[in-house]
């Protein structure tokens, strides 16, 4: 996964950038919707719906952002 300066990425297929990743991420649809999606390697993604939408229900692109959560260190 490329890592931007502030840690955004804005992608159209969420699927296909998180599908060999390893993490937690928090993915926001083009409508608004907030998901933490959690992927390991070789096994299938778990996703949480986080939030309802914040914006207006009219999209102009189909752009998901992505960003890595933060793991705490034990």
């Known amino acids: 996964m490329i890592d931007t300066l502030n840690?955004?990425?804005?992608?159209i297929n969420p699927a296909e950038i998180l599908r060999n990743?390893?993490?937690?991420?928090?993915?926001?649809?083009?409508y608004g919707h907030v998901f933490q999606v959690t992927?390991?390697?070789?096994?299938?993604?778990?996703?949480r719906e986080i939030s309802e939408p914040q914006r207006s229900q009219s999209v102009e692109n189909m752009i998901w952002r992505i960003k890595r959560v933060p793991r705490a260190v034990a």
């Open 7 to 11: 840690g955004v990425v804005e992608v």
């Open 21 to 30: 990743q390893d993490g937690i991420f928090e993915v926001i649809s083009p």
């Open 39 to 47: 992927c390991r390697r070789g096994a299938k993604m778990n996703v």
